[in-house]
Each structure stands twice: as structure tokens, then as C-alpha cells.
């Protein structure tokens, strides 16, 4: 069996500087709630972008710092994290409520983030926000969570200049904003991060959905459902790494090189201490949205399903693999990845 090449980014460093950003309306916003949500690694503080009623197509401008000493000569990802995209019918003016809907989110995104500049597409197959238990109890979506990852990434290093600003698009079908005219985007979180390509040995390579939840029994013993937690699991190993990968520099022997010169395992597992990391097991090329194929979107549909933004909470055993050559040998490590929704 072939093996898969992936992705594994992280932050080398708190990107956003207090202050140092922004969010704002581009086209057709009607407002903009939590504008500091977006730059939170933390989910649970969210940005939602309310267009103006029955647009189409609505635009945000999303401006920071740049923090760029240890992204230099190296492929980035931009991420928008925790996604989902409600919309609802009309009621007098009003968004109606009881028929909120996710719809799926169709993104352009152009940038001067990395040195790779173009308008780049990404979709992604939202799941209804929630589902109906038989007492029609709102329950999460157990796929999903109601939420997806918009993920572009192979933007090139770190370009030049200490600002960065990208225009987030979404486009909605004209039949769609017609019939649902009230909408609200929610962003979880803008990642941006180093990508640290890895080969993951597909064999061992296996995903996890989990419901962690409370449950309680009624005196008649009837189960009474409560609200849960979406955990998604991806374990495996990756193979054939190279002492480079593990450490920063190209090890043949004592060096002062400093180990940050290469994205790299050691630094990954310090930042994940406190930030967390972006895993791409399947990452789609770059597309450019002129070009885009039925094929190229659902490609970057698989790519924001499977993705996993969360932490390694068991530690990373690393261990010599097939070829041992001293330090020119290759390893493998055994990992697992959590995200809790």
C-alpha cells in the first residue's frame, strides 16, 4: 500500500500581537460581532460575520502583524477554523429561528501571507448544525459538530513587509440567498502556521469519532440524552523521517545550527504545549478558483473533513525505522491527535 504524504503545521510563536489586528466588513456586511474571537486559538471565543440580507456573495478584510523571524524559507497554511455557515428563512423582516439551516461554504481567499499570491478556492460539506432526538431535543451533529476547517495551504514563505492582509469571500447560490435570505458566518479561529510535511504509513493510520457525554438515567430506567462532546481522533505513525525532520538542521556531526532553521518535530511538541497544532492528512493543491473543477472541490472538500485542529496529548515515541545509518538514519514516530468539538 502507497504511503500518504501530509501535513502537520504549527505556530512557532503567538502570531497576534495585542492590538496588531483586525477584522472588518468588505461587501455587503451588516455587522461584525466579536471581532477579537478570530484571532483566539480558543473555539469557544468565535467571530460571526452577519451579511447584509439576501447578498449572495459577502466579503471580509482580515489584517495582523506579522511575526515572521522563524517562517522564513518555508511552505505556510492559513486555516479558518471552526466554520459553519447558518442561514434562515424570512419572517417579517427577521430571520426566523426555528428553521435554521447549515448551508455548505464555498471560499475565495486571496492574501499577501505567503510569497504565493493568487485568489484560492476552498469548499467545504457543512453538516446541519444540529440534529433532533426523539423527544426533538436539539442534539450536535455527530459527523461534524456543525462545524468544518477551510484549509489552503503551500502559500509559500513568509513574504515580505510586517503587515499581512487577506479577503475572505463566501458565495452563496443566488437561489439559496433568494429563498434564505438571513445568514451568519462563524469563525472559529485564524490559523496561520508552518507546514511540516510528514509520510504517514497508511496501514496503521486510523480515525476515531467519539460522543463524551453525561448520561442519565430516569427512575424508570428510560436514558434521559444530554448535551455531549464531539472528540475526533486521528492515530497512526509517520515514517521515513529524516534527522532534519526531528531536530531543525541537516545533522552530520557536532554544530552550533541553530535547531529553528527547518520546521521540525522539537519545536512542534514544545508549542503544542500551549497552542494548537493543524493536521492535513489529505491536503489538496493549491486551486485557483478560474480553474476549479467539479474534481478540485470535492478534493478540498475531503481535505476540510478530514482535517484535525487540536493538540498530541500522548507523548511522541520515535524510534530508528527500516534504513539505520547512524545519523543519517530514518525514523518513525507514533502519534495521536485530539480535537474536542
Known sequence: MANQNSIICYVPQPYFRTGAYSITAYTAISSIENTAGIFDPDLSNYTTVIPTSGSATFAVQIGFAKQSSHLAATDMTVGLIGCSLLTYENDGGSPDLDTEFSENISCLMSSNIGSVASELFSFAHNSQDSIDTFNQAPMPSVISGGRTNLIFNGLGYSSAGSTATMYVTIERTAAAAAARPHAKLIIGHLFVGVDLPVIIDPRVFAWTLEIENQRFIARDFGAIPSDGTLVKRAVGEFIKMV?????????????????????????????????????????ADLIVESTLTVDQANLTARQNFFSIYGYMPDPMEVQTDDYRDGLNSEYRARFRIEETR
Open 243 to 283: 534527522g532534519r525532520e526531528l531536530i531543525g538542521s541537516t545533522v552530520t556531526g557536532v554544530s552550533p545550527v541553530a535547531v529553528s532553521s527547518f520546521p521540525n518535530f522539537f519545536d512542534l511538541t514544545k508549542v503544542n504545549t500551549s497552542y494548537p497544532l493543524l493536521f492535513n492528512p489529505y491536503p
